[in-house]
């Protein structure tokens, strides 16, 4: 340890009486291999003082001017708000190492402040430097050391301790200075790393800046009198030690920005595009900072930002060497006080925005799916933002903060992006709507609805597909294909006769669906009648449902014990079959298509067909005019995997009555399974199949209905009566499909999405098989899915704690909220649904902490 000394002595003041200097500087290298203690969620963020982040447009504008000035207007103000205010300066990345070291001017300029102003109370100001590369810290040791291209513990250290005329014991205004990573060259930190070494992975980079966020947050909630500011390196988009861009690198945090601007000759255009920069992002930038150039460039930025941000100018910062910049920073006071105003209303609003929104969202909101007596204000989730799979919640234990929270419903099972592709996606969608706006669709074509409808049928339609027809949701793509499917039907049996003869207004004929119990098709009137009976069919709900189908009870199969089982409905003969026939050992062996061939095949197309003769049997019963399942699984009806075997000869005997076939993957589409399609899983494919949800990365609505030409050929003729006369004013839009084409692409390429295998037709396992075996065996647990995207598990339970309206996991799920996990159940089902570029170590983060809980479950 080197340990540096010296004294010095204040000039005669009745205001001060001694300057104390200790400069401290410690050397170490951590010689512990023993992990420390379990800290708190590394990337929660402290709201219990104002925390903003300094961005400029480019670098050399005077970031680190701008954290000075604003430390001094903090600290040093005439009528600070106590005598022991904090101000908590963060420098995450620093090159040009030591001789350039942002940290160390502002604690420099800060104590010349101090020395020049002379405050009547204590302050003290310390610098801290972690980490530094192999060649930095070289520069400050002046030798070398052992781990060429490794980062060293620098941990140096210098501090100044001020005592002025009313010092109380302990009691201080403090300025703590830190940076966390520093390189000796002044290049940009992505080659620093290349030429110098020291790799700091992101992940790595936000741990560490987020403990040093928690610096000051322990003092209670709602102070106003500490400070915290982390400055960016270069510009906004300058390249961080990974080569991620910065504006992507801190994005998780969100915090609240200062945006430095040129105010030279181009500046204008260089601080607009760094203001979009972050907008696009979805920071928050809440005043524009500009040094004086004679330009006068804060006027046609005002005029741009429409007076929404303000924009504040501060005097020519001296251009000689040798000014220590003193009368400019008092030259400066005012304009750094409004900022620190500005900041300071800006941090108020929004902790009061956040501690009402809960009271107003449940005084006016109608939430869907919500009993609001059940919604007691205080479980009320204040959600932020969003960066990838993680919602950023608000929330209050006796600080403010905000918590990640892991979005394991995937927002109503239409979420898939990572941290990028939101970026690529906010991108694409910005510029699609500031190309097209919306335009018409029908008898028009334009790029993005063209390129999506072709990647459509080159993707989830391969092989069968040859039309799509756009509309904005799920339900409204099942209406569509319920028309498409009667249509069909009506030709292929006759009930139309002549195609072409438009005089059929008055006709009609009962057409009935063929579906299974447990299926959800969608909440509009059309699409709910094509499914059996349910909570949400009941006449509370829907007093026009009458049930237009026949609906078959499915046999299902689950995980109990570590063994997948075979339940199988009433009315299917199984004397005669094997053990082998009703258990598995893996999910390949009840997908495999060996089993067309069994006993069991045959006991279902018996079944089937039994249950189709009794059925169209029956006086004044209709035509079954379409068959339509949510292939493998059914979504809300409680995540039951439903026997591939039995979809797949339930197709092939509607397809040996010419009897259209609807898959409705609005929830197993694009890799939510683990195919792209369900129907690669069934192996058998259908006349038409709807998709939604995950098509557009779950950024924006959008859903198509994918048909066979020979659907499309039923509404062909002379007359426009005979076309499918259905649409929606944003049919097609071009946000929407610009979003559907670079999801389609992102998840199917294994440049970008590493869960694809290398044969791409299906995504690696992403749930551990040992842990789902575990939490299948546990005795809280009635049965397990596990397939693609999706981990399903149902609770054992009895009585009215069984079945959708069941309150009986509310317990378990609010525990998960505490551990970082947001579940949404069905039931006394509950379900984890990651997206197709989660890791798998994400995905069995996600089973410890279930696991963990239901160990200590007691039901509510």
Same mark, same amino acid.
């Given at each position: 340890m080197l340990l540096l000394s010296s004294l010095f002595s204040s000039s005669s003041s009745p205001h001060s009486r001694l300057l104390l200097l200790r400069l401290h500087i410690h050397l170490r290298r951590s010689i512990s291999s023993s992990p420390p203690p379990s800290p708190p969620p590394l990337l929660d963020l402290p709201l219990s003082h104002p925390i903003y982040t300094i961005w400029a447009s480019n670098t050399g504008l005077g970031?680190?001017?701008?954290?000075?000035?604003?430390?001094?207007?903090?600290?040093?103000?005439?009528?600070?708000?106590?005598?022991?205010?904090?101000? =908590?300066?963060?420098?995450?990345?620093?090159?040009?190492f030591p001789s350039d070291s942002d940290s160390a001017f502002v604690f420099?300029?800060?104590?010349?402040?101090?020395?020049?102003?002379?405050?009547?109370?204590?302050?003290?100001?310390?610098? +801290?430097?972690?980490?530094?590369?192999?060649?930095?810290?070289?520069?400050v040791l002046g030798f070398g050391s052992e781990g060429e291209g490794e980062l060293r513990d620098l941990g140096a250290y210098e501090e100044r301790r001020l005592l002025g005329e009313e010092w109380a014991a302990g009691a201080a205004s403090e300025l703590t200075c830190k940076t966390m990573y520093a390189w000796r060259e002044a290049i940009s930190p992505h080659l620093a790393v290349e030429r110098e070494g020291g790799a700091v992975p992101d992940k790595v980079l936000l741990e560490v800046l987020g403990r040093c966020l928690r610096i000051g947050s322990e003092d209670g909630r709602g102070r106003m009198d500490v400070w915290s500011v982390v400055e960016t390196a270069g510009g906004v988009a300058s390249p961080g030690p990974s080569g991620t861009l910065q504006?992507?690198?801190?994005?998780?945090?969100?915090?609240?920005?200062?945006?430095?601007?040129?105010?030279?000759?181009?500046?204008?255009?260089?601080?607009?595009?760094?203001?979009?920069?972050?907008?696009?992002?979805?920071?928050?930038?809440?005043?524009?900072? =500009?040094?004086? +150039?004679?330009?006068?460039?804060?006027?046609?930025?005002?005029s741009y930002l429409g007076n929404r941000v303000p924009v504040l100018v501060l005097p020519p910062v001296p251009q000689d060497p040798s000014d220590n910049l003193m009368e400019w920073f008092d030259k400066s006071q005012a304009v750094f006080s409004s900022l620190k105003e500005i900041m300071l209303s800006v941090y108020s609003e929004r902790i009061q925005r956040f501690h009402d929104m809960p009271k107003r969202a449940g005084d006016i909101f109608w939430w869907p799916f919500t009993q609001h007596k059940l919604v007691p204000e205080e479980t009320v989730t204040v959600i932020d933002s969003r960066c990838g799979e993680n919602f950023s919640v608000h929330k209050v234990q006796n600080n403010d903060f905000i918590a990640q929270q892991f979005d394991a419903c995937a927002s109503w099972w239409t979420q898939g992006p990572d941290a990028t592709l939101q970026i690529e996606l906010a991108r694409d969608v910005g510029y699609a709507a500031a190309r097209f706006g919306h335009v018409m669709f029908p008898e028009n074509v334009y790029e993005p609805a063209l390129e999506c409808a072709e990647l459509l049928l080159e993707g989830v339609g391969k092989g069968w597909a040859s039309r799509t027809f756009f509309s904005d949701n799920g339900s409204t793509a099942i209406e569509v294909a319920l028309k498409m499917a009667f249509r069909k039907f009506s030709l292929d049996h006759g009930i139309i006769l002549d195609s072409t003869d438009p005089n059929t207004t008055g006709k009609f004929i009962e057409v009935k669906v063929i579906a299974l119990k447990g299926s959800y098709h969608g909440d509009t009137l059309g699409a709910m009648e094509a499914q059996a009976p349910s909570s949400y069919t009941g006449f509370l709900q829907q007093p026009w449902y009458t049930g237009k189908g026949l609906f078959l009870d499915p046999p299902t199969i689950f995980m109990c014990d570590g063994i997948w089982k075979l339940s199988l409905p009433e009315g299917v003969q199984s004397e005669k079959l094997k053990q082998e026939e009703l258990t598995f050992q893996s999910r390949g062996e009840f997908?495999?298509? =060996?089993?067309?061939?069994?006993?069991?095949?045959?006991?279902?197309?018996?079944?089937?067909?039994q249950q189709l003769s009794a059925y169209s049997g029956l006086r004044g019963f209709g035509h079954i005019g379409a068959l339509i399942i949510e292939p493998v699984v059914h979504g809300s009806g409680g995540m039951h995997m439903i026997d591939p075997l039995f979809q797949r000869v339930l197709v092939n005997e509607c397809r040996s009555r010419k009897i259209p076939v609807i898959f409705d993957e609005v929830f197993t589409g694009f890799w939510r399974l683990g195919a792209e399609s369900a129907s690669e899983l069934l192996c058998c494919q259908p006349d038409i199949a709807c998709f939604a949800k995950l098509m557009t990365g779950g950024i924006i609505p959008l859903a198509a209905t994918l048909a066979t030409d020979a659907v499309f050929n039923a509404f062909a003729g002379d007359s426009k009566l005979k076309a499918l006369l259905h649409g929606h004013s944003y049919t097609a839009h071009a946000m929407g499909c610009t979003a559907a084409v670079k999801s389609i692409k992102w998840f199917k390429d294994p440049q970008t999405n590493s869960n694809i295998t290398s044969e791409g037709r299906l995504l690696r396992e992403l749930w551990d098989a040992e842990l789902v075996h575990?939490?299948?065996? +546990?005795?809280?647990?009635?049965?397990?899915?596990?397939?693609?995207?999706?981990?399903?598990?149902?609770?054992?339970?009895?009585?009215?704690?069984?079945?959708?309206?069941?309150?009986?996991?509310?317990?378990?799920?609010l525990k998960l909220r505490e551990d970082g996990v947001y579940l949404r159940p069905l039931g006394n089902v509950i379900y984890l649904m990651c997206g197709p570029c989660t890791s798998p170590e994400t995905c069995s983060q996600l089973l410890i902490k279930l696991y963990r809980r239901l160990e200590e479950f007691k039901p509510s």
């Open positions: 970031k680190t001017l701008v954290s000075t000035g604003l430390a001094a207007a903090t600290l040093l103000s005439p009528f600070p708000s106590s005598d022991s205010a904090k101000f =908590i300066y963060i420098k995450p990345v620093q090159t040009g420099r300029k800060f104590s010349q402040l101090v020395l020049r102003r002379r405050p009547s109370f204590a302050v003290s100001a310390s610098n +801290h430097v972690l980490k530094a590369s192999a060649s930095a810290a070289e520069a504006c992507d690198l801190y994005r998780p945090f969100r915090l609240p920005a200062i945006l430095v601007g040129d105010g030279r000759l181009g500046g204008i255009s260089g601080t607009i595009s760094a203001y979009e920069s972050l907008k696009l992002r979805g920071y928050d930038v809440v005043a524009i900072v =500009i040094e004086d +150039h004679g330009l006068v460039n804060e006027v046609p930025l005002l997908f495999s298509k =060996i089993r067309d061939g069994s006993s069991l095949a045959g006991s279902y197309s018996s079944f089937i067909s575990q939490i299948s065996s +546990h005795p809280a647990v009635q049965r397990v899915v596990a397939l693609g995207t999706l981990f399903a598990l149902e609770l054992q339970a009895e009585g009215s704690n069984v079945g959708y309206g069941s309150l009986y996991a509310r317990s378990l799920l």
